[in-house]
């Protein structure tokens, strides 16, 4: 994929008034999953993202007190990574009723920057989630995990500084 955009805008995280840079941008990359049963139980689900972003055209702005031509472009990862497998424990238990599920997985995002001078980032980041959920007839219980590994990640980021941590290590039953 091929992206450009002209005269790029960015939101004010104080005033939420969307802020014109003047800036033109140009992200391109590619996108590979697969989805797939490695056996009759188990299936597997995974994707990579790769995004090389280039400020085309950078002007002076609010947003960018320095030229910024040849930079990233703000809010833009590299790379992505995101791993889901899920097993059917009840091939192991032949008797049993119901459907007995456990699953896990992870996501990775590389780095990005949230202004087009490429000062102030955002870290990396690799959260862990699984999960366990038993079937019967019309009824569905579940405990799901999100973030195991109590990574610090962020859910929003914007151009002044500020931003939203996710939530650290959540059970949900």
């Known amino acids: 994929f091929r992206v450009e955009k002209n005269n790029a805008r960015y939101?004010?995280?104080i005033t939420n008034i969307q802020v014109a840079t003047g800036d033109s941008d140009r992200v391109q990359g590619f996108e590979f999953g697969v989805t797939g049963k490695i056996t009759h139980a188990w299936d597997v689900q995974a994707s990579y993202t790769y995004m090389d972003s280039t400020i085309t055209r950078g002007a002076i702005s609010a947003?960018?007190?320095?030229?910024?031509?040849g930079n990233r472009v703000?809010?833009?990862s590299r790379?992505?990574?995101s791993v889901w497998t899920t097993y059917d424990l009840t091939t192991l238990f032949r008797k049993m009723p119901g459907r007995l599920m456990v699953g896990g997985g992870f996501t990775y995002r590389s780095l990005y920057y949230v202004d087009d001078s490429m000062l102030e980032r955002i870290p990396g980041a690799v959260t862990a989630d699984g999960m366990l959920s038993y079937d019967i007839n019309r009824y569905h219980a579940a405990v799901n995990v999100q973030n195991m590994n109590n990574a610090l990640s962020y859910s929003s980021a914007f151009g002044n500084g500020y931003a939203t941590p996710s939530a650290g290590r959540t059970v949900i039953g």
Do not use: I, N, Q, R
């Open 11 to 13: 939101t004010d995280a």
């Open 63 to 69: 947003f960018s007190p320095t030229p910024s031509k």
């Open 74 to 76: 703000p809010y833009v």
């Open 79 to 81: 790379h992505g990574l």
